[in-house]
């Protein structure tokens, strides 16, 4: 299998444009997960699905961030509109027996 | 809420050993490690169940105290590929929902 896949791999915007990052999980993987990862904050949770739908988005940060699940294959999530302080790496993950499989990660910086 | 990881920082040279603790305020379901290398993706080490055993990995092991909601994690005779950044990840039901703390950084000199 190819692994979570994730795009673009690096962004670079300046603030108030709108961003998406995507994510293809592995296949056969029911859950979905999205992090952030910053110095400061080191890895927070902010969203996670089961089976399409999001089970869990307490740690989204604002009304800016949204996440969607259309299908078992694919799940987007957008910023908008962007600010600074929302530049750090985005992760998705999908889960089997406990584990989790990252994707690579989106470099996003916001000027 | 976020587990508290100790130390922060820990630098060691080959073949010696550490531990790395991480410590939660809630009652704990499992526990997780992944280790992480610069401009890379967490990466999974263990995990550590509710009223499981120890778990072992080559030279790296942990322990889980459920009653502290504690656990640790034991390297031994550490290699230059030890380096990197540990995260532990701590589900307080078992539901998933995986929080991770801030975070040891750990290096190997030669």
């Known amino acids: 299998d190819a692994g979570v896949i994730q795009s673009p791999r690096h962004e670079v915007t300046e603030m108030g444009q709108e961003v998406t990052l995507r994510c293809k999980p592995i296949s056969g993987h029911d859950y979905l997960f999205w992090y952030r990862q910053t110095m400061m904050r080191g890895l927070e949770l902010l969203i996670y699905?089961?089976?399409?739908?999001?089970?869990?988005d307490s740690g989204m940060p604002e009304d800016r961030f949204s996440a969607k699940m259309p299908n078992a294959s694919f799940s987007t999530l957008k910023i908008q509109p962007s600010e600074p302080r929302d530049s750090a790496v985005y992760f998705c993950?999908?889960?089997?027996?406990?584990?989790?499989?990252f994707g690579e990660g989106s470099r996003l910086t916001v000027l | 809420q976020q587990p508290v990881q100790s130390p922060q920082a820990v630098i060691l040279r080959e073949g010696e050993d550490a531990v790395i603790n991480c410590s939660s305020s809630?009652?704990?379901?499992?526990v997780h490690w992944y280790r992480q290398k610069h401009g890379e993706a967490p990466v999974f080490l263990m995990i550590l169940l509710k009223g499981g055993e120890q778990k072992g990995h080559d030279k790296i092991s942990a322990s889980f105290n459920e009653k502290k909601q504690q656990s640790s994690l034991y390297l031994t005779a550490s290699q230059l590929s030890y380096s990197g950044t540990y995260f532990c990840?701590?589900?307080?039901?078992?539901?998933?929902?995986?929080?991770f703390g801030t975070g040891t950084r750990l290096k190997v000199l030669a």
């Open positions: 699905f089961n089976n399409n739908v999001p089970i869990d």
């Open positions: 993950a999908s889960i089997y027996s406990g584990e989790l499989f």
């Open positions: 809630k009652a704990l379901y499992s």
């Open positions: 990840g701590t589900e307080t039901s078992g539901t998933y929902k995986y929080i």
